[in-house]
C-alpha cells in the first residue's frame, strides 16, 4: 500500500514523479505529495515539499506554478494507516531542519515509542504518521554520521516493522537512499538518470533491466549510477531482472477503465497461464513445482490461504482439490489462520494464492506455516515477490500486470492454476488418468473461447440487468457447489465497485433467515447453470420468486426454462461444472462495473481500498 517514486539525472523531475504516481494510483490514492530539490537564494539546495489531499492529478495541477529546474526528487501516493487522509499527513515527512525529506511505504510498528523518545530530544512532529520518525531518526544519524546512506542504515536498525523509504538531503544534493525491509522496491538505470518506486509500472518506460531490492538492502542513486550495499555498508552486486511485458497493459487501450479492459483480456490469461503446461506425453508440466511426485503422493491435508478475491479462487480450488484428490481441503482467510493454532504436519501443503505475492496477512500465515513444518506453493501474478520467494513451489499466473484495484483477470489465471494444482495432485494420487489429465486440461483450455463467447454475445443482457440493479440498496448472490463459491466473488465484486450492499449465501440455507429480506423488487442474482444442483437451485429461486424478488440468472446457453422465473438471463457456454467458475465468473464482474459506472463510482479506484494491502 502506498506508491513511491524517485529520479535523480538530466531531465525535470516533477514530471518524471507525477507520471510514476499515477501509474502507482492502484496502490493508494488518499493523498499525495513530492519532494525537490531546488536551488535556493542563497546558492544552497533546499528541499520544495509540496503535499495535497485526493488524487495525484490535484497534486499534479498545484506543481504547474513550479518551473522544471530541479532534476532530483521523490514522490508518495498514499493510502492512510496512521493518521488521516490530511495534507498534514501526506507524505514526503521532513526532518525539523527541514533539509531531510523521506517517503515511506509500509507501517513502523514501534513508531509510537520512537515518537515519545525523539520529542524528549526536543524533535518537533508535524503530522500523526509512523513515517515521520523516520525523518527524524535519519536527521538526527546524519548529525553524526555526514553521510545519507549511513545515517539512513544507522535509522533502520532503530525501526521495527515494514518499509520501502526513499530519502533526499538538502546536504548532498542529487543523491537518493533508498532502503527496504518487506516492503517492495525496485530501482532501475536509464539512459537519463536513475529511478526508484514500488513497482515497476513507475520506471518501465525508462529501463525494463531492474533490481527489485531484497530485505536489508541499500541502494545509493546518484545522476551518475546506482551503488547496491548490504547493511553494514559492504558493496553487493543484486540480481538483476529484465521486464518483458509491454507498457500497454499500463494503458487503458481505447477501453473507458481498466476494470473492463483487463475483463476483457481474461481469454488470453487462461490461454497464457496454459501455454507450456502439458508435455507432448500428456503429463502435467509445472516446472516451478519445486515439490517431487514423491513429497505431492504424502501430501494429506491441504490448507488454501489467501484473502478477498484470492480467498474465492481457494473456495473454488477446494471443491476441485476434493473432488478430484480425495484429499481433505480446508480454505482459510490468511488473516485468520495465522492467528489460530491449525494442525499442520510435514504432509501438510499449504496453498498462499496472492495476486500481488505481497499481502500482509498471507505472507505472515506462509511464514508461520513453514515454520511448524508445511509445505508451501504459491500462486501469485508477480514474479519474484515475496510469495513466490517464500514458497517451496510457485505457479504464476500470467495475467500481467492488474491495474484495477478490483481483481477480475487475476482471478481467472488464479482459478486456471488452482485447476492444474488440483489435476496434479489427482494425477499423482492415482485418481486421475493421463487419459482423464489430457481430456481435463484441453477442456480447460477451451474455456478461452467460452469466456470470450460471453464478451462477444451477453454485455446487453448484462447492462439490461445491471438497470435493474442500479437503484437498489442491497442484494443477494446464490447458488450451490462451485455456484456458491462463484456467487462469493460476484458480491464482493458488486460490493466494491458500486458500493451496494451485497451478500453471498449458499442458495439452500436462503429459508433459514436471509428469506426474510426479500421483498419485492429486491435482486437476486443466481448462479444456475447446468450443474448436480441445478434443480435445487432452481426450487430455491421459485421460493424468492413467491416473495417478489427480481431474479437475475446467470445460466447455461439453451436453458430457455429458468426464463419462466428469472427477470433478467445472462448466458455461459455449456460447460462442465468443474469449470464453471472460470466463466461464470465473468457475466457477474461485468455486472458488477455496469452497476458501478451507472452509479457514477469511478471503478478502477474504489473509495478506501487499495491493490496491494501491505498492512495486517
Ligand atoms: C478484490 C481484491 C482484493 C484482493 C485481496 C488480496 O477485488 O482485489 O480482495 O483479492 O486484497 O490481494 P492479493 O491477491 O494481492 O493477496
Not at 489430457?438 to 446487453?460: P, S
Request: glycine share 8%; with cysteine; charged share 25%.
Amino acid at each position: 500500500m502506498c506508491g513511491i517514486v524517485g529520479y535523480t539525472g538530466a531531465d525535470t523531475a516533477k514530471s518524471i514523479l507525477t507520471d510514476g504516481l499515477k501509474r502507482l494510483e492502484y496502490r493508494g490514492y488518499d493523498s499525495a505529495g513530492v519532494a525537490l530539490e531546488r536551488m535556493g537564494d542563497a546558492g544552497s539546495c533546499e528541499l520544495d515539499v509540496v503535499r495535497r489531499t485526493g488524487k495525484v492529478a490535484g497534486l499534479e495541477s498545484e506543481l504547474v506554478a513550479r518551473d522544471d529546474a530541479s532534476t532530483c526528487g521523490i514522490g508518495h501516493t498514499r493510502w492512510a494507516t496512521h493518521g488521516r487522509p490530511t495534507q498534514a499527513n501526506a507524505h514526503p515527512h521532513v526532518s525539523c531542519d527541514h533539509r531531510i525529506a523521506v517517503v515511506h511505504n509500509g507501517i513502523i510498528e514501534n513508531f509510537a515509542e520512537l515518537r515519545v523518545e525523539l520529542e524528549e530530544r526536543g524533535h518537533r512532529f508535524a503530522s500523526e504518521t509512523d513515517t515521520e520518525v523516520f525523518a527524524h531518526l535519519i536527521e538526527e544519524a546524519y548529525a553524526r554520521e555526514h553521510d545519507l546512506m549511513a545515517a539512513v542504515r544507522a535509522a533502520c536498525t532503530r525501526v521495527v516493522g515494514a518499509y520501502g523509504i526513499a530519502v533526499v538531503c538538502a546536504d548532498e544534493p542529487g543523491v537518493i537512499a533508498v532502503a527496504r525491509k518487506d516492503s517492495p522496491i525496485v530501482v532501475g538505470r536509464g539512459e537519463r538518470g536513475s529511478y526508484v518506486a514500488s513497482d515497476v509500472i513507475a520506471l518501465i518506460d525508462a529501463t525494463r533491466d531492474v533490481v527489485v531490492l531484497e530485505d536489508g538492502q541499500f541502494a545509493r542513486l546518484s545522476p551518475d549510477g546506482i551503488e547496491y550495499t548490504d547493511a553494514e555498508g559492504a558493496c553487493i552486486e543484486p540480481e538483476v531482472t529484465h521486464i518483458d511485458w509491454d507498457i500497454d497493459t499500463a494503458e487503458k487501450g481505447g477501453y473507458p477503465d481498466f476494470m473492463l479492459k483487463e475483463i476483457y483480456e481474461q481469454p488470453r490469461v487462461v490461454r497464457d497461464t496454459l501455454v507450456g503446461r502439458l508435455s507432448p506425453s500428456g503429463e502435467l508440466d509445472i516446472d516451478e513445482l519445486g515439490l517431487s511426485f514423491e513429497e505431492l503422493d504424502l501430501i494429506d491435508r491441504v490448507y488454501v490461504i489467501a484473502c478477498g478475491t484470492s480467498y474465492h479462487a481457494g473456495l473454488i480450488a477446494k471443491n476441485l482439490i476434493e473432488g478430484w484428490a480425495r484429499i481433505p481441503c480446508e480454505v482459510e482467510a490468511a488473516s485468520e489462520f495465522r492467528y489460530r493454532n491449525p494442525i499442520i504436519t510435514p504432509s501438510t501443503l499449504v496453498v498462499a494464492v496472492s495476486q500481488s505475492g505481497e499481502t500482509a496477512d498471507t505472507l505472515a500465515a506462509i511464514r508461520d506455516a513453514r515454520i511448524k513444518g508445511a509445505k508451501v506453493f504459491g500462486i501469485t501474478n508477480v514474479v519474484g515477490s515475496p510469495v513466490a520467494r517464500e514458497s517451496d513451489g510457485v505457479i504464476y499466473t500470467k495475467a500481467n500486470k492488474e491495474i484495477a484495484v478490483a481483481s477480475t483477470k487475476s482471478f481467472i489465471g488464479q482459478v486456471v492454476s488452482l485447476t492444474l494444482l488440483a489435476m496434479l495432485l489427482g494425477q499423482v494420487k492415482g485418481r486421475l488418468t493421463t487419459r482423464q489429465v489430457r481430456m481435463l486440461f484441453h477442456e480447460l483450455g477451451d474455456t478461452a473461447a467460452q469466456i470470450q463467447w460471453i464478451l462477444d454475445t451477453q454485455v446487453e443482457a448484462v447492462h439490461k440487468a445491471a438497470l435493474a440493479c442500479r437503484d437498489a440498496h442491497s442484494a443477494l448472490f446464490v447458488g450451490r457447489g462451485m455456484g456458491a463459491a462463484i456467487s462469493c466473488e460476484g458480491a464482493l465484486k458488486l460490493k466494491e465497485v458500486s458500493y451496494l450492499h451485497a451478500e453471498a449465501y449458499a442458495a439452500g440455507e436462503m429459508k433459514h433467515g436471509p428469506i426474510a429480506l426479500i421483498d419485492p423488487g429486491f435482486p437476486v442474482i443466481a448462479v444456475t447453470t447446468r450443474s448436480p444442483t441445478y434443480d435445487k437451485v432452481v426450487s430455491n429461486l421459485k421460493e424468492c420468486e413467491a416473495r417478489g424478488a427480481m431474479i437475475v440468472a446467470i445460466a447455461t446457453a439453451g436453458d430457455e426454462d429458468i426464463r419462466a422465473i428469472a427477470d433478467h438471463v445472462i448466458y455461459i457456454p455449456p460447460v462442465r461444472d468443474a469449470f464453471s467458475a472460470i466463466t461464470a465468473t465473468v457475466p457477474l464482474q461485468l455486472l458488477a462495473r455496469d452497476v458501478a459506472v451507472l452509479r457514477g463510482c469511478d471503478v478502477d479506484q474504489p473509495r478506501n481500498l487499495a491493490k496491494s494491502v501491505t498492512v495486517e
